[in-house]
């Protein structure tokens, strides 16, 4: 990275600062005793220029300016993080042009997001130094607290496909993670908080580096929240009603319990550098929320007993090494687990309000060899292979917790209602992968890139995926690049193997117990291909300010949907009416336009700030495989974001932020017909091929930083998030189990003090 910005053209001394600025935060330990505050400085001595150009690998495993990749990527650097007060992946995501984030929806177990139109994180691979941190297996994984960003020097946000590089997952996007190797004893610090609704958080680095080459660096954060009590705030959702059965009340509405949203997480981080040679990572993370939260008082119970608590460990080795003079090359292992804790339960009417369980366990294990061979001053090749294996398991509907050391006949491990043993699916899948990526500088102006990878997975065959791209700069401020790529999606386990479903205990004639509200497996389910096109312009009218374009349009096919299943004997010795399954007969299309601005800016004297901000506008439409075009469920067609950081010398920082939002369809074709269910924003009876919509919202947070106190070495933090008290709704889930307008927190705040040692 440093020789990057050294062999930079001369320039005159006055230009020098920002230059070595610009190397000495790029270098600096993300720890060091004073970085804190010096980041912030030091950012403000940097023209945009400069900034724009920070090395970046995402794009192309290699390092690369924004302006030489051939993508569309957002950069976040350990300063804005800091400043812009990102706690955790999802606060970064949500602040980013393109970008819909749902919060507390879909049972909390996820927040529901959709990047550029594409629905769900399964479709967003998330990484931590190159590395794969997010369901092992595939499929959905919760972004939301238990990716904090205390260890990140930066991160980058990819739109687009990019399985050519980095398989399946890579459909919406990629988003790295970069940390920093380890520094002196030195470079320690601590922050701690507290704020309303009980919350609390704390976090920690610290590093060491000896005269050998050796450095360590450790880390970690634990956070916890009550939440506030939403039934206060939103009576008419949370009324109490009775929790009943088949027409019989099983717990009464004054005996019903108040709301609680309570939600927690926790991390370490740890790396080990060898010389530049060897990196050796170990990152643990845990989330745990309630497992009622985004369901209406009449579905579900609100117990602090009852929660979804998921743990990943990802374990890595990296070594690098370079056969010829002109060859780099990198072999990766890691190994990823992914567990749901069985103890872990839920209360709801699916069960009869009696205590249920779910298991869910995902692994993977992966080796990969990368190249990367400069075949002249104008070419450049990356190529790669791996190998991945991965086991899984999915079970549902549980009477006791899972153990996976004894098969579900030993546990006595029954459906409720039922003498019938619970049916437990798991898969054991491998994949093989290749892949080449060259790109020309064919003048000083003007580069391609064009590149494939070919994937032979056990389950679903044999997948190509392309990708090229084009870049242009015909003047000094002006960047221009045309962009194609195709990617897939494999099945995850959750939607191939999970089964779960209702019994009442009722029988039909012949003895078979009748199951309802069943999901049924299927294991014929196919990967979904994605195929998109895009433009992006990027200009400087002035060194301090810069502008930027994407326009975008993708198609998907095979989209994974939810679909009637004529499978009704799924369960041996049982008759299941009207069940569902996952099948390939949706598609669905869209096109957008994002558009960013960034003005740094010295407002006279002691002043001077930063102001971003983007304004995003999306058309698309969705099969389902009902033969109608739905609007794309839990994406804004308009939504526009604002930010701006004002400093006072190095003393106090204050920076607001804006997100207004257009209304959101959410995942209702037609009215509500329970009176039970809660009163939302769809009414009354719609029409295909429209759908339900939950009302758009203006939102206003506030963060304050006072600097270099005690002793000149702490920071003190405010942040007010929801500063006017809006009440509004995130749009919920499609079934009728789960609110299709999620009530949203009121105002919140939090005190922080960072203190470096």
Same mark, same amino acid.
């Given at each position: 990275?440093?020789? !990057? ?10 230009? @020098? ?45 290699? #390092? ?31 602040? !980013? ?122 880390? =970690?954060? *634990? ?10 705030? $939103? ?23 108040? &709301? ?8 370490? &981080? ?10 050796? =990572? ?9 497992? %009622? ?14 929660? *979804? ?67 002249? =001053? ?22 006791? /917790? $899972?153990?996976?050391?004894? /098969? ?49 997975? #056990? ?22 690049? !045309? !962009?194609? =790529? ?5 099945? %995850? ?71 009637? #299943? ?12 009207? /069940? ?35 304004? #995003? ?12 075009? +739905? ?27 804006? $997100? ?45 930083? +006072?600097?270099?106190? @005690?002793?000149?070495?702490?920071? @003190? *933090?405010?942040?007010? $998030? ?36």
């Amino acid at each position: 990275m440093k020789s !990057l910005v050294l062999q930079a053209p001369a320039a005159p001394k006055n230009r @020098l600062r920002p230059a070595l600025a610009l190397a000495c935060l790029l270098h600096a330990p993300a720890w060091a005793a004073d970085s804190l505050e010096r980041d912030a400085e030091m950012l403000m001595d940097l023209s945009l220029q400069d900034l724009i150009a920070t090395p970046l690998i995402t794009a192309s495993r290699q #390092s690369e300016t924004r302006d030489q990749t051939p993508a569309q990527v957002m950069v976040v650097t350990r300063a804005q993080i800091r400043e812009r007060r990102y706690k955790n992946l999802a606060d970064l995501l949500a602040d !980013l042009p393109g970008m819909d984030i749902q919060r507390g929806t879909k049972s909390s177990q996820y927040n529901q997001f959709a990047v550029q139109g594409n629905v769900g994180p399964n479709k967003l691979l998330v990484m931590l130094d190159g590395v794969r941190v997010g369901a092992p297996a595939g499929g959905n994984f919760p972004v939301a607290e238990n990716l904090g960003l205390y260890m990140a020097k930066q991160v980058e946000v990819l739109y687009g496909p990019a399985a050519a590089l980095y398989g399946a997952d890579a459909v919406a996007g990629v988003v790295n993670i970069i940390t920093e190797a380890g520094t002196g004893p030195q470079g320690s610090w601590a922050s701690v908080g507290a704020g309303r609704f009980g919350s609390q958080e704390a976090s920690f680095m610290t590093g060491m580096r000896n005269a050998e080459g050796l450095s360590l660096a450790v880390g =970690g954060h *634990w956070q916890q929240s009550d939440r506030a009590p939403l039934d206060q705030y $939103y009576p008419r959702e949370f009324a109490k009603v009775p929790a009943m059965v088949n027409g019989t009340t099983v717990v009464p509405a004054d005996a019903r319990e108040d &709301y609680t949203g309570s939600i927690a997480s926790r991390s370490l &981080y740890a790396r080990a550098d060898w010389a530049d040679q060897l990196t050796v =990572g170990f990152h643990p993370h845990q989330v745990t929320s309630l497992t %009622s939260t985004g369901d209406p008082p009449a579905m579900a119970r609100y117990q602090d007993s009852s929660q *979804w608590q998921p743990t990943t460990d990802t374990v890595y080795a990296r070594l690098s090494f370079r056969p010829a003079p002109d060859v780099s090359a990198q072999l990766l292992i890691d190994h990823a687990r992914l567990e749901v804790d069985p103890k872990a339960r839920y209360n709801n009417t699916n069960n009869a309000y009696r205590d249920g369980f779910s298991y869910e366990l995902g692994t993977r294990t992966g080796i990969e060899q990368s190249l990367h061979w400069r075949l002249s =001053g104008a070419q450049q090749v990356q190529a790669g292979l791996g190998y991945q294996t991965y086991s899984a398991i999915e079970a549902a509907s549980l009477a006791a /917790p $899972y153990d996976t050391g004894k /098969p579900a006949s030993a546990q006595g491990l029954y459906y409720p209602n039922t003498s019938l043993p619970v049916v437990i699916h798991g898969a054991d899948f491998h994949n093989v992968s290749a892949y080449v990526q060259v790109q020309s500088q064919w003048s000083e102006g003007f580069s391609t890139t064009a590149g494939l990878r070919i994937d032979r997975h #056990s389950a679903y065959g044999t997948t190509s995926n392309p990708r090229l791209g084009a870049v242009w700069k015909p003047l000094e401020r002006h960047v221009f690049k !045309l !962009l194609y =790529g195709e990617a897939f999606r494999a099945p %995850s386990p959750e939607e191939s193997l999970s089964a779960f479903g209702t019994f009442s205990g009722a029988r039909d004639g012949e003895g078979r117990y009748i199951g309802t509200n069943f999901r049924v497996a299927n294991f014929d389910l196919q990967p979904e291909k994605v195929r998109s096109l895009s433009a992006a312009w990027d200009w400087r009218p002035a060194p301090s300010l810069n502008l930027g374009a994407h326009l975008y349009h993708s198609r998907i096919t095979s989209l994974v949907v939810t679909q009637a #299943s004529g499978n009704v004997n799924a369960i041996p010795g049982a008759v299941l009416v009207n /069940p569902e399954t996952k099948g390939n007969a949706g598609r669905q299309a869209q096109t957008g336009l994002d558009l960013t601005a960034q003005w740094r800016f010295h407002a006279g004297g002691a002043w001077s700030g930063e102001l971003w901000g983007s304004a #995003s506008w999306i058309r698309g439409r969705i099969d389902e495989g009902d033969g109608v075009d +739905w609007a794309i469920p839990y994406v804004a067609s308009h939504k526009f974001k604002l930010g701006a950081t004002l400093r006072w010398q190095d003393r106090v920082s204050i920076t607001p932020k804006v $997100y207004w939002t257009g209304a959101v369809t959410n995942g209702r074709k037609k009215a509500p017909g329970d009176p039970l269910l809660p009163v939302g924003a769809c009414t009354q009876a719609m029409a295909a091929p429209d759908r339900c919509t939950t009302p758009g919202y203006t939102l206003v947070d506030l963060h304050l930083g +006072w600097h270099k106190l @005690l002793n000149g070495k702490a920071t @003190l *933090w405010l942040d007010i $998030y929801n500063l006017f008290d809006k009440r509004y709704y995130a749009a919920g889930g499609s079934g009728s189990r789960t609110f299709w307008d999620m009530p949203q927190q009121p105002r919140t705040w939090m005190l922080t003090l960072d203190y470096p040692f």
